[in-house]
């Protein structure tokens, strides 16, 4: 089994920080993305962020110049850095991983995080 673990979140006032993490283990080979989605509260699941294995990061445009995404391989662990938060950013975040289980594997398998709650309220 691959296990997706999330921490960081919590309640944060307007213009704070927060830095998620998410550590993947169990039986993993190599990871090939790593990124970030977020629900809000009647709203769909969407992009926040993500960093694949070539380094190339994107953002959602809501996010841009507030928000870094970043990857310690060693560890199999990605990050989300959020910076001047907004009451919108208000959701729950989910780490989502793209995993090579086995050295041969051909395409990698697809998994999620138990998510984690982040409110940006005065």
């Known amino acids: 089994q691959v296990q997706l673990v999330e921490s960081g979140g919590g309640l944060v006032q307007p213009g704070g920080s927060v830095r998620l993490s998410c550590a993947a283990s169990g039986s993993i080979f190599s990871i090939n993305a790593m990124g970030w989605y977020r629900q809000a509260p009647g709203k769909q699941r969407e992009l926040v962020a993500v960093?694949?294995?070539?380094?190339?990061?994107n953002y959602a445009d809501s996010v841009k110049g507030r928000f870094t995404i970043s990857r310690d391989n060693a560890k199999n662990t990605v990050y989300l850095q959020m910076n001047s938060l907004k009451p919108e950013d208000t959701a729950v975040y989910y780490c989502?991983?793209?995993?090579?289980?086995?050295?041969?594997?051909?395409?990698?398998?697809?998994?999620w995080g138990q998510g984690t709650q982040v409110i940006v309220s005065s």
């Open positions: 960093v694949p294995s070539s380094g190339n990061t």
């Open positions: 989502n991983a793209l995993v090579f289980v086995r050295r041969w594997d051909f395409t990698p398998n697809n998994y």
